[in-house]
Structure formats: C-alpha cells, structure tokens
C-alpha cells in the first residue's frame, strides 16, 4: 500500500508540429492519411464492458470531402445495448472509484503519451478523414489538445486533493474528494475529437464510470480514442462507447436511479431538452445528477476605430474560416467602424481570394468540407435567404456545391441591419456576417453587441487605444465566457484559456480547467477529535 504523496510529471502544453513543406512528420501524416483511405472498410464495434459488440445494423462512415467513400461502418445499437453499459458501469464502479489516485493518473498520463508518440498519426489521419479538418487544425485539437486535456487534469487532479480545511487544537479535519454514487453519460460532437476524449476521460479520471455516447459522424476517430484508453490500460468498463439513437439512449439513461451526471457539448435545444427531462425525473435518482454542458455561440468581433485594419480582417478570415466556421467559438457576427471599413474590406476580399478549397490530403487547402448534407443544406437555405434580401450582401463567396463533397465556399455577408437574421441566429459554418456602424458610435455598439445574442461563448475586440478596450472589457463582461483583445475569438489552449461560456451557451464550468473537475466529485469531510469528552457540560454552565 502507497504511503507517500506522489508528484506527478510537470504538465506542459503539447508542442504543435508545424508540418511545414518538405519536413518528415508532414509526409509521415499524409502517408498515415493515404494508408487508412486506401484499408479494407473498417467494422467498429460498441465497446460494452469488456466486449466489442457488433450489430446487423451497420452505418457507413463517408468523408465530408468525399462522400461516396466508404471508410467503413459503425454497429448502431439499441435500448439493450444502453442498458448493459450502464450495468456494465456500474460493475466496474466501486474497484475504479476505490483505485488509488496515482494509478488513475497513470492510466491518462500513459493515454497522453500513446497519443503523443505511436497513435499521433492515426487519431489525426482519423480526424482529416472522418471530419475533414485541415492538416494543422487537426493537429491542434485531435492530437495536441487532447493530450494537454489528459496532462492538465492529471495536475488539477492533484492540486484539488491537496487543498485541505485547518484544523483546531485537539482535532483533525480532512476532506477526501469521492466519485459520485452512480454514472456519467457523456454526449460529445463531431467538431472536437479532443472534446469527445475529454468528456468521458475527465469524469473518470475522478474516479467515475461513464457511458459515452459520440456524434456519428465523429465515430471514426472516436474508435482512435478507445483503442488508446484500451492501450493505456483502463480496466475494462470504466468508459463504454455505445452507438445509439439519442432519444433511445435518453430514455433509458434518464430514468435510471443510478444517472448522476450528464457531461455534454452540442446545441442549446438539445441540452435545453435535456435539461428539462432530468429536472421531470429528478424523484427517481439517488442523488441530484451534476449537469455540464457547452452548447451554441453567436460570437463576435469588434473592432474600434483606432484598430488597424490588417489585423481586423485577418481576425476575420482567421476566426470566421478556420474549420469551416464549424466551431462553438467561430466568430460569426462582426462589427466595424466606417472609418476603417473601406481598408478591412479590400483585405479580407483579397485575403479570401487565395483560399484554396478541397481535400484535407492536400496540406494547401485552407478550406475543406462541412460535416455531412444535413449541414450543407441548412447553410446553403442561409446562403440563398440572404440572397434575396434588400438589406444584405454577398462580397465574398455565397456558392456551394455537393456534388463529391460538401462544400461551400467561405461566405461574408454586409447587412444595413443590426439584427439581421445571420446576425443573431447561429449557423456553424462558413458564413460571417458584418455590420458596419458610426465610428463615433462606440458605446452603443457595444451595448447592441451584448443585447443581440442569447448567447455568451466567445468574443474579442480590436484596438489600439486602450480606454476603448478597457471600455469594451466592462461593457461586454457577460457577453463572453472568454474574451480575446486584439486577436480573434478562437482558439483557446487548456491550461491558459479554460474554455466555456453562459447565458445560452451552457454552463461555464469551464473545460482545462480545475473547476471542471469539480464537478465529478462528491466531498466528505472528516473530523476527528483526539481526546473525546466525557461530560455533556460545557464550562458555561458552571
């Protein structure tokens, strides 16, 4: 048995490769890419328990970018199969929650380091392939992100279960950090393979048991992800991937006494539906279930007159297209001052016109392909609704095509209207929409600004003169969980920007960071007095 506390390895930010031309790593992942594009059609398995369970009812698995490929095919399941996870959860509960800490850590920090090492290139080909990112946007999030998720928590871990009550004389107090009494059902997107990993990792590394359920267009790289925590040595049912219907999966997870906490990143119906279903069953559980979840974003940049211009339409082209626009944090709606307006406009037009679009193969394309047709079509109805509008204008892009893949060109919408429709309601993709307002209007710019959305993810404001930023940072205070000065309003790293943001956009506990693992425990504190009375009477009553 341990007796002594454990420093664990510093957590450093994973290095992003740069896959520059010419450079081995670039063309080790563009091999890894071709070698799994050309494979036989892969079969992937729920993974129950122990088991990998497969179904006659086989889903394909396409590339955006290439939608008559067939990569291979996922076992859809049903209520059977959500049931023997919880179960299989639930048997695995009490031997992983009682695991020392330091053997939990290890599992996560060896998951690190396969995918840092051996599984790199397969979790990021498998994000090129299944979700069509670029080379280096999938470096950044299905590699490094996800590793520094792993390395981060592992640390916030740590630093939670040091923080301890004083103690008077004649007592000792302590507070021991327990998983709570039931499971985790984590539902994760197709946008992040990093966030799909953290949300059932996270949970469980705090001594949880999970049923996680991904997007079903993620489930190429999901299966990346099992076969690392497998790997690394995560005792068989603590994380079990099932692929179901959501309201199949719901209806049992949701009436279980033994749910106690859902772990989600998706859109605000969905959790908002949610929500309202746990609150309608809250007399069946065990105990209060924890409710987490990061939802949709209507995010903004503004830029103040005294901005230079360069920047503003980098901030745009950077923060708008970047994935597609298929980003919580996306920066969708912009506000611009006339006096910069005329210099923004011919930089972004001109930034935007060398674009290269097509296959995440080709490391020169900036631009691939939106997720999958039901995408496609709700941008493209935007695109031709703003086409037949008198208040708004295409100046860039507005085409789209799916005839191979999904694609829609990159699109910049200037509208007359502050509260044009593009202006408020969230798209998630590659449609940006700009209001151009009074220089000299600053102040109820803002004030428009923290007023048009429900939401509140992501923002960043534009400027050299510091008063405005100061100005900007208190009047839109709410209006942003995290807010960037002079940057664009994507992009943030665990352990320097956590990540998350409120009103419409969930619940702000914040992913990267100590306080979302707060969440996944459950504190008993301990006192124990050393030389224990004799006498029910206090000294006042002599």
Known sequence: ???????????????????????????????????????????????????????????????????????????????????????????????????????????????????????????????????????????????????????????????????????????????????????????????????????????????????????????????????VFKAAGLPDGVINMITVDGPTAGDVVFNHKDFSGLHFTGSTGVFRHLWKEIGMNLDKYRTYPRIVGETGGKDFIVAHKSAVPKQVSTAIARGAFEFQGQKCSAASRVYVPNNIWAEVKEDLVAQMSTFKMGSPEDPSNFITAVIDERAFDKIAGYIDFIKEQNDAEIIAGGNYDKSVGYFIEPTVVVTSNPNFRTMEEEIFGPVVTIYVYDAEDFDATLKLVDETSEYALTGSILAQDRYAINKAVVALRNAAGNFYINDKPTGAVVGQQPFGGARGSGTNDKAGAAMNLMRWISARTIKETFVTPEDYKYPFLG
């Not at 790199?120 to 490094?144: P, V, Y």
């Not at 709570?180 to 705090?206: D, Q, R, V």
């Open 1 to 227: 048995m341990a007796n002594a506390y454990f420093k664990v390895p510093e957590a450093i930010n994973e290095p992003v490769n740069a896959y520059a031309p010419g450079c081995e790593k670039r063309a080790s992942l563009l091999n890894k890419y071709k070698e799994m594009y050309n494979q036989a059609p892969i079969d992937v398995p729920m993974y129950i328990g122990g088991e990998e369970v497969r179904t006659d009812d086989k889903r394909p698995m396409n590339p955006p970018h290439d939608h008559k490929k067939v990569l291979g095919h996922f076992n859809y399941g049903d209520k059977s199969h959500v049931e023997a996870a919880i179960d299989a959860a639930l048997n695995a509960r009490l031997e992983w929650s009682e695991l020392p800490w330091e053997q939990r850590a290890s599992v996560f920090l060896k998951a690190a380091d396969l995918i840092a090492g051996p599984f790199r290139n397969e979790i990021n080909a498998a994000t090129m392939l299944g979700q069509s990112k670029n080379l280096m946007q999938t470096e950044i999030d299905a590699a490094c992100e996800l590793i520094d998720f792993l390395r981060f928590n592992v640390k916030f871990m740590t630093d939670m279960y040091k923080e301890q009550p004083i103690s008077s004389p004649g007592m000792w107090n302590r507070t021991e950090y327990r998983a709570l009494e039931g499971f985790i059902f984590a539902i994760t997107p197709f946008n992040f393979t990093a966030i799909a990993g953290n949300l059932c990792a996270a949970p469980a590394m705090m001594g949880n048991v999970v049923v996680w359920k991904p997007a079903e267009t993620q489930v190429y790289s999901a299966e990346v992800i099992m076969k």
